[in-house]
């Protein structure tokens, strides 16, 4: 059986420096962010799955926030499902605890500067996951239990349809339960926790996320739930 990618030596090495990079920053832990989980990724990476970054209060923005892109590298954009939880969910918990924690999902947009593709998930924990920026969407609390039936997603820019995805759940893995799980048994590796009134935003629903630029109104429609929006100046 492969190893799992906690006990990947390059991910305990990133996952050591973003976390103590983290607690030097001193702000509020909100929530944790998933990725690199798509099967052709982590055949690059020579990864067995997706690595979770810490989110702080100071990277969180409101629905239609304006977020300048000045001096980034590379803009890229990434509408991703955001998954509340109300209780703590420990590692080597099941389906059903998993299901139980979960709260709510909103739709969410994650703003990373990513000027190459990864090749080193060491590196890549290391710099912070290349986050920017998280907007979050209202929260639906009758998706609680992590109930993604009836759901689609369409992005569009500055009112043009750019990307649209029918199958979220597909988009982001195809397995919302199975992705708390693996966030939560990954923390524990490392000591943390996927606490009550945090929340895991899963990935992106686009894949390749795309590039984008300053001057750009984008709006995420998690049709079915919500949406949510950034201008980029």
């Known amino acids: 059986m492969a190893a799992a990618v906690w006990e990947d030596e390059r991910v305990v090495r990133g996952m050591g420096v973003h976390l103590q990079a983290q607690r030097d920053k001193g702000g509020t832990r ?34 239609g926030a304006s977020l300048s892109v000045d001096g980034w590298a590379r803009p890229v954009f990434e ?13 080597g918990g099941d ?29 890549v924990l290391e710099g912070g996951f290349a986050h920017r920026a998280v907007i979050l969407g209202a929260q639906d609390a009758s998706r609680a239990g992590g109930d993604f039936s009836g759901l689609s997603t369409t992005v569009t820019a500055n009112g043009e349809p750019f990307a649209a995805e ?44 795309p590039q984008v630029e300053a001057g750009q109104h984008l709006v995420f429609d998690l049709g079915g739930i919500g949406t949510v929006e950034v201008t980029l100046t």
């Open 166 to 209: 029918e199958d979220p759940e597909g988009a982001v893995g195809g397995d919302i339960l199975g992705l708390v799980r693996h966030a939560a048994d990954y923390l524990g590796a490392f000591g943390q926790r996927l606490e009550a009134g945090q929340f895991l935003i899963t990935g992106s629903t686009i894949a390749p996320p």
């Open 79 to 91: 509408p991703e499902v955001a998954v509340f939880v109300g209780t703590d969910v420990e590692p």
């Open 95 to 123: 389906r059903d605890a998993a299901a139980a924690a979960i709260t709510a999902l909103a739709p969410a947009i994650e703003m990373v500067d990513l000027p190459s593709p990864p090749s080193d998930p060491g590196a």
């Open 30 to 63: 909100i929530g944790w962010k998933m990725g690199l989980g798509l099967p052709a990724i982590m055949e690059r990476l020579g990864t067995t799955g997706a690595l979770v970054a810490e989110l702080q209060d100071a990277t969180l923005l409101e629905s």
